[in-house]
T-cell receptor, first 110, second 115 residues
Framework: QKEVEQDPGPLSVPEGAIVSLNCTYS??????FMWYRQYSRKGPELLMY????GNKEDGRFTAQVDKSSKYISLFIRDSQPSDSATYLC??????????FGTGTSLTVIP | EAQVTQNPRYLITVTGKKLTVTCSQNMNHEYMSWYRQDPGLGLRQIYYSMNVEVTDKGDVPEGYKVSRKEKRNFPLILESPSPNQTSLYFC??????????????FGPGTRLTVL
């Protein structure tokens, strides 16, 4: 069983839509949860970071962590064409060893 | 400009020919790490280093070596590359500490093909 499972998509939405991206995990020791955005031919960039459970909001982005269900989500409101990218969830128990999901490819259509 | 640099960006080589991919960061970060990215498998951690002379295995270390003799550099060494090491490789660095946000800064990637 993989440490982190993520639906690869692809996901295609119209501009302005709300996007929901999700990951599940199996290791209950994970306490650091991250979402990265990766544009084509580029390295990943950190989008959101959450420690332990709860919600975090930053502009149009909201990250949620439900440790009891081992489930994390990223919501994008008012999606824009510039949000078209691959979104990677990542997790860590210690902050040293990181486990990434396979990534979800998102296309926002103008 | 704060950045992580990798060289080369593209490399085609043959099985068994030793190679080194260099990684350098100018942010004085203690932590550095190497990942490989493959379709359907995502990013997988190869090795990481918490400081000079301190390295540890990630999820997929087989066939790779690393060294951390200077804080800014973290080269990835493939002693005898094989075709299954054909992949996109990323180096990353971050400030190391309990209070940080675990943000890793990634390099631009090195696309390696082993024939």
């Amino acid at each position: 069983q993989k440490e982190v499972e993520q639906d690869p998509g692809p996901l295609s939405v119209p501009e302005g839509a709300i996007v929901s991206l999700n990951c599940t995990y199996s290791n209950s020791a994970f306490q650091y949860f991250m979402w990265y955005r990766q544009y084509s031919r580029k390295g990943p960039e950190l989008l959101m970071y959450t420690y332990s459970s709860g919600n975090k909001e930053d502009g149009r982005f909201t990250a949620q962590v439900d440790k009891s269900s081992k489930y994390i989500s990223l919501f994008i409101r008012d999606s824009q064409p510039s949000d078209s990218a691959t979104y990677l969830c990542a997790m860590s128990a210690t902050g040293n060893q990181f486990y990434f999901g396979t990534g979800t490819s998102l296309t926002v259509i103008p | 400009e704060a950045q992580v640099t990798q060289n080369p960006r593209y490399l085609i080589t043959v099985t068994g020919k030793k190679l080194t991919v260099t990684c350098s960061q100018n942010m004085n970060h203690e932590y550095m790490s190497w990942y490989r990215q493959d379709p359907g498998l995502g990013l997988r951690q190869i090795y990481y280093s918490m400081n000079v002379e301190v390295t540890d295995k990630g999820d997929v270390p087989e066939g790779y070596k690393v060294s951390r003799k200077e804080k800014r550099n973290f080269p990835l060494i493939l002693e005898s590359p094989s075709p299954n090491q054909t992949s996109l490789y990323f180096c990353a660095s971050r400030q190391y500490g309990l209070a940080d946000n675990n943000e890793q800064f990634f390099g631009p990637g090195t696309r390696l093909t082993v024939l």
